[in-house]
Every structure is written in structure tokens, then in C-alpha cells.
């Protein structure tokens, strides 16, 4: 436990020979420091890993300033509706407000349950364009996979013993594969 912290003996070390205690100083220390340094850097990628899958979907102040002076554009020609209008529309076809629905348990909702598509979108919001219901349903597409994928993630270690996984089976197939040319061969 000394050693780990830096208190070594060096004249016991010595009196053993002075070859053999600097041969075993050195590579104690590169070792241990090389270890060290490992798991220092698999702890540091493991959480920049999870902190980028978060924040890779999450827009730079010039991409927010695009988006608000698009949408301003667009309203001033009337190609776009404001999603203020595309929310009071689903809570008329919903009868109520939105999160309601969406707070309803999943069993109770089997008969409420729709996909909604392009045709459907544009057929409850009043003046929507196709191009933005495109738009705002590959949006919503996109927040779920990236919310969906920040609660159920993987880390780095469990990201390497999938990768594991696959590979063992991989192995298996390929070995069985090889053993049935064999076969076929003979």
C-alpha cells in the first residue's frame, strides 16, 4: 500500500541487488501508471459518451435564429400555421387538452390509439401545408428517438459487452458455417 502512494524503501531495495530493484521500480511504476491512466481514461470516455448522446440533438444559437427568422418568413407569406393553431386543433379532435390524452394509462387508450400520418395531420389542423406537416411530423419523430434513446442508452461498458455478444455469436455462426462446407465437401 506504501508503493501506491510514492513511500518506496529504496536501501532494502537496494541491498537485493541494485539492477534488479531499479528493473522492478520502473516497471512497478509504469505499470501501475499505465493502469491508472486506463481507467482514468475509460472513466472519462464512458461519461463523454453519455453526455454527447444528450446533447448531440440540442441546436447552436445561429441554427435557432435560422429557425425563428424561417418561420417568421413563412408566416408573413402564409406558408406556414402557427403550432399554436396545430395544438388547438388536436385538442378540439381530442376533446380536451393534449396532455390529457397523453397522460391516459396505455390499456385504456387501445381504442383512442391512431398513427398519425400526412394525410391525417393535414386533415385535423385547418391551412396546414404538406411540407410542413412533413416537417413537424419528422420532427416529432426524431424528438421521440432522441428521448427515447437518452432513457434507454447504452454505455460504454454496456455498448462493449453487446459488441462481445455479437462477436461470440458471430464466431459460432462462421464455425458452423465452416463445418457444414466441410461437410458438403466430402
Known amino acids: ?19 534488479v530493484a531499479a528493473t522492478w521500480f520502473w ?19 464512458d461519461t463523454y459518451t453519455s453526455v454527447k448522446s444528450q446533447v448531440s440533438s440540442t441546436e447552436t444559437l445561429p441554427e435557432q435564429a435560422l429557425e425563428l427568422l424561417r418561420r417568421f ?16 386543433c ?3 379532435k381530442l376533446g380536451g387538452p393534449i396532455y390529457e390524452a ?3 394509462v396505455p390499456e385504456a387508450a387501445t381504442n383512442r390509439a391512431e ?20 416537417r413537424l411530423l419528422c420532427s416529432a419523430v426524431g424528438d421521440f428517438r432522441g428521448a427515447y434513446e437518452a432513457a434507454h442508452g447504452l454505455s460504454m ?11 461470440t455469436k458471430l464466431e459460432g455462426l462462421i464455425a458452423d458455417a465452416r463445418r457444414q462446407d466441410n461437410s458438403e465437401t466430402r
Open 102 to 104: 397523453l397522460n391516459i
Open 27 to 45: 516497471t512497478y511504476m509504469v505499470l501501475v501508471l499505465l493502469i491508472m491512466l486506463n481507467m482514468l481514461l475509460a472513466i472519462i470516455m
Open 90 to 92: 388536436f385538442s378540439k
Open 1 to 19: 500500500f506504501l508503493v501506491l502512494m510514492g513511500d518506496f524503501d529504496m536501501k532494502g531495495m537496494m541491498q537485493t541487488g541494485r539492477a
Open 157 to 167: 461498458a454496456d455498448a462493449m459487452s453487446v459488441v462481445s455478444k455479437i462477436h
Open 115 to 134: 398513427i398519425i400520418t400526412i394525410q391525417s395531420f393535414l386533415a385535423t389542423v385547418d391551412n396546414l401545408e404538406e411540407a410542413q406537416a412533413k
Open 73 to 88: 418568413r413563412q408566416n408573413q407569406l402564409k406558408q406556414r400555421v402557427p403550432l399554436n393553431h396545430v395544438w388547438k
